[in-house]
C-alpha cells in the first residue's frame, strides 16, 4: 500500500479533526442535553454574596470548604422572576429521607396518566409517607409505581430532576429491609439529591408546574404542616409569622437534609440544605436562620427589580 505524503496527509487529518471535534461537542451537548424548567442555574449576585457571607460569619466556614454542606435558596416574592443562590448546589450525596419527594410526583403523574385509580384512603398513606416520613408508607408508594418509574420520571426532560453526568433527586429502593434495588447511575447511591435539585423540587410545586396545576396543589397540601419539629423548623417556629408550605427532610446516621417551601410575612421561598457531618442538625438549623435573616433582609430584590426593569427597556 503506497503511503500518504505530508502534503497529502494534512488535509486528511484536518478533516478528521473537525468530524472529531464535532463529534465531541455533539457528546457534550448530548450528556447536558436534559434542561428542565426553572433550571436555577442563574444566580443573584448580591443574594449569592450576602448568603455565603452571613453562612461563614455563622462559624460555618470550614464545613462549606470541605463541601460538607450544600445550600440552595430561591426567594420567590418578587413578582419579575426568581433570585437564587447556590453553594456546592450540584453536589449529590446520599439523602436518607428527603428523596421520598421522588416517589410522591411519581405517584401522581401515573394517577394524571390513569395508570393509577385515586382512593380517597390514599390521601393519609401519602401524607404519612410526606409529614411524618413513614417508611411503610413510602415502601407501598413506591411499589405502586415501580423503582424504575421513578428513575424515568426523574430523568424526565419535562422535569430533569437527574441529569446525566451531574446526578440529582433519585429514590431507587423501597425503605424496607431487602427487596428490589434500582440505584442511581452516577455514584450508584439508592436515595440522592443535590440542593438544587430538591430547591426545583419546591419551585416548580409552587408554580404549578408538577404534573398538572391541580396535583400540584394538591401534593402541597400534602406535605404540611409538618409532622416533625426539628432542623428548619426548629430553626424557625419561634419567628412570628413563618408558615412551611411545605417541606420534607431526612436523617441517618451524619447524613442530614432538609427543604422547604416558606411563607414568612410577606416573602415567599425555597430553602434546601444536605449535610454529611456528625452536627448536621445544628448545621440545617443554622442555614435556616441565617437564610431567613436574609430573606426578610432583601436588599437582593432591589438589584433583580432594577435587572428585570433594564429588560423591559431593552
Not at 32 to 54: H, K, S, Y
Not at 183 to 194: I, T
Request: glycine residues 8%.
Amino acid at each position: 500500500m503506497r503511503r500518504l505524503g505530508a502534503p497529502r496527509l494534512l488535509p486528511v487529518l484536518a478533516v478528521l479533526a473537525v468530524f472529531g471535534l464535532v463529534a465531541t461537542l455533539a457528546g457534550a451537548r448530548g450528556a447536558a442535553a436534559c434542561e428542565g424548567p426553572i433550571p436555577l442555574r442563574e444566580r443573584n449576585p448580591l443574594l449569592q454574596a450576602r448568603l455565603e457571607r452571613a453562612l461563614r460569619g455563622a462559624r460555618l466556614g470550614d464545613v462549606l470548604d470541605r463541601k460538607q454542606l450544600t445550600v440552595s435558596l430561591a426567594d420567590l416574592t418578587h413578582s419579575d422572576g426568581i433570585a437564587y443562590a447556590g453553594i456546592h448546589d450540584d453536589r449529590m450525596v446520599y439523602a436518607a429521607s428527603l428523596p421520598k419527594i421522588a416517589i410522591l410526583v411519581t405517584f401522581f403523574d401515573r394517577l394524571e396518566r390513569g395508570e393509577l385509580a385515586w382512593q380517597e384512603t390514599w390521601r393519609w398513606k401519602l401524607q404519612q409517607m410526606i409529614n411524618v416520613s413513614s417508611n411503610p408508607e413510602a415502601t407501598w408508594a413506591a411499589e405502586q409505581v415501580g423503582l424504575p418509574a421513578i428513575g424515568e420520571l426523574m430523568k424526565d426532560p419535562r422535569y430533569c430532576f437527574y441529569e446525566p453526568g451531574v446526578g440529582g433527586l433519585w429514590s431507587g429502593r423501597a425503605f424496607a429491609q431487602g427487596g428490589p434495588s434500582h440505584r442511581e447511575p452516577l455514584r450508584g447511591l439508592s436515595h440522592a439529591s443535590s440542593s438544587r435539585q430538591a430547591a426545583r423540587f419546591y419551585v416548580l410545586l409552587d408554580r404549578g408546574r408538577l404534573v398538572s396545576p391541580y396535583w400540584s396543589r394538591y401534593m402541597r397540601h400534602l406535605m404540611s404542616p409538618p409532622g416533625y419539629h426539628h432542623k428548619f423548623v426548629a430553626a424557625l417556629e419561634g419567628r412570628r409569622g413563618v408558615r412551611f408550605l411545605a417541606r420534607k427532610s431526612g436523617t441517618w446516621q451524619t447524613f442530614h437534609s432538609d427543604s422547604a417551601l416558606i411563607q414568612h410575612d410577606h416573602a415567599r421561598y425555597v430553602l434546601a440544605a444536605l449535610a454529611e457531618h456528625p452536627e448536621g442538625e445544628w448545621l440545617l438549623r443554622t442555614v435556616a436562620e441565617v437564610a431567613d435573616d436574609v430573606v426578610m433582609e432583601g436588599s437582593h430584590r432591589s438589584f433583580q427589580a432594577r435587572a428585570a426593569a433594564r429588560g423591559r427597556r431593552g
